[in-house]
T-cell receptor, first 110, second 112 residues
Framework: EAQVTQNPRYLITVTGKKLTVTCSQN?????MSWYRQDPGLGLRQIYY???????DKGDVPEGYKVSRKEKRNFPLILESPSPNQTSLYFC?????????FGPGTRLTVL | DAKTTQPTSMDCAEGRAANLPCNHS???????VYWYRQIHSQGPQYIIH???NNETNEMASLIITEDRKSSTLILPHATLRDTAVYYC?????????????FGKGTSLLVTP
């Protein structure tokens, strides 16, 4: 089944403790991206990647890192999480104009 | 990407057709109309897209006016599981580099 998977689905952590949210797709898509969704602010893009080893900032990249060493994986790294990064995170992949989203990761930073 | 305007909310009785309108009067000739939906806190789900001809798939139908300034998403037999926020997005199809601008969408409530 074609899909985008994210892990973990839920995470509660403390300020400053490094964490990684994994994202994987099995559709051989070149384009992948990360969004965060907050009440009243909608979905905002954090980072995106046009292909392996090619990444670029989205609208809200501060406090996040990404890497794209393989086509199928696009992990989101929070080196030193802060409470304002408490949010619902979605990974997406696409080939052409249609994007396919993962199920989401709900992150709480205390 | 062209700006879109959608009603904030709509209701629909279960089993009836749900018709969700979208205005995109500034759409360019190479821009497609995309529809996504988001069921509470789940990942947005692609529904359908079209350029100028009407389109139908297993989920929905998309009717685009001849001048392409508006469109309607039709869920032919709405079920309770179709309760979601529906987003109309206009963008160039082949370009994947830009974030999708979801806007506020239409909150559809399907009632028994």
């Amino acid at each position: 089944e074609a899909q985008v998977t994210q892990n973990p689905r839920y995470l509660i952590t403390v300020t400053g403790k490094k964490l990684t949210v994994t994202c994987s797709q099995n559709m051989n898509h070149e384009y992948m991206s990360w969004y965060r969704q907050d009440p009243g602010l909608g979905l905002r893009q954090i980072y995106y990647s046009m292909n392996v080893e090619v990444t670029d900032k989205g609208d809200v990249p501060e406090g996040y890192k990404v890497s794209r060493k393989e086509k199928r994986n696009f992990p989101l790294i929070l080196e030193s999480p802060s409470p304002n990064q408490t949010s619902l995170y979605f990974c997406a992949s696409s080939s052409g104009g249609t994007q396919y989203f993962g199920p989401g990761t709900r992150l709480t930073v205390l | 990407d062209a700006k879109t305007t959608q009603p904030t909310s709509m209701d629909c009785a279960e089993g009836r057709a749900a018709n969700l309108p979208c205005n995109h009067s500034t759409i360019s000739g190479n821009e497609y109309v995309y529809w996504y939906r988001q069921i509470h806190s789940q990942g947005p789900q692609y529904i359908i897209h079209g350029l100028k001809n009407n389109e139908t798939n297993e989920m929905a139908s998309l009717i685009i006016t001849e001048d392409r300034k508006s469109s309607t998403l039709i869920l032919p037999h709405a079920t309770l599981r179709d309760t979601a926020v529906y987003y109309c997005i206009v963008r160039v199809a082949r370009w994947s580099g830009y974030a999708l601008n979801f806007g506020k969408g239409t909150s559809l409530l399907v009632t028994p």
